[in-house]
Nanobody
Framework: VQLQASGGGLVQAGGSLRLSCAAS????????VAWFRQAPGKERDIVAV????????YYADSVKGRLTISRDNAKNTVYLQMNSLKPEDTAVYYC???????????????????WGQGTQVTVSS
């Protein structure tokens, strides 16, 4: 599976962005997909996860109620809708995939087999 993240940009605080993670490969629908983010000088942290079958999702406490993860398996794409953005959301956002009909309870980088290249999100105050 190859992943390509897009949709980042510069936005003012309170604004919105939608990130996309487009995947190649016929078995993408069997993969759990996560978004991670890495701010300058910090570790890469989990943001959200969606299970292969869309039944379950997970969100980091810092983004609950503002970010929404979704997927369209027919388009091999996972989305991260980002609303009410804050300056502390500024980071490079990465999508990652884990095969094997996985659920949404994998929160660490090492659990994911495939990674996109990252897209920069900058929120100005």
């Amino acid at each position: 599976v190859q992943l390509q993240a897009s949709g980042g940009g510069l936005v003012q605080a309170g604004g919105s962005l939608r990130l996309s993670c487009a995947a190649s490969g016929r078995t993408f629908s069997s993969y759990a997909v996560a978004w991670f983010r890495q701010a300058p000088g910090k570790e890469r942290d989990i943001v959200a996860v969606i299970s292969w079958n869309v039944v379950s999702t997970y969100y980091a406490d810092s983004v609950k109620g503002r970010l929404t993860i979704s997927r369209d398996n027919a388009k091999n794409t996972v989305y991260l809708q980002m609303n009410s953005l804050k300056p502390e959301d500024t980071a490079v956002y990465y999508c990652a995939a884990r095969g094997g009909y996985s659920g949404s309870y994998y929160y660490t980088e090492g659990k994911y087999d495939y990674w996109g290249q990252g897209t920069q999100v900058t929120v100005s105050s």
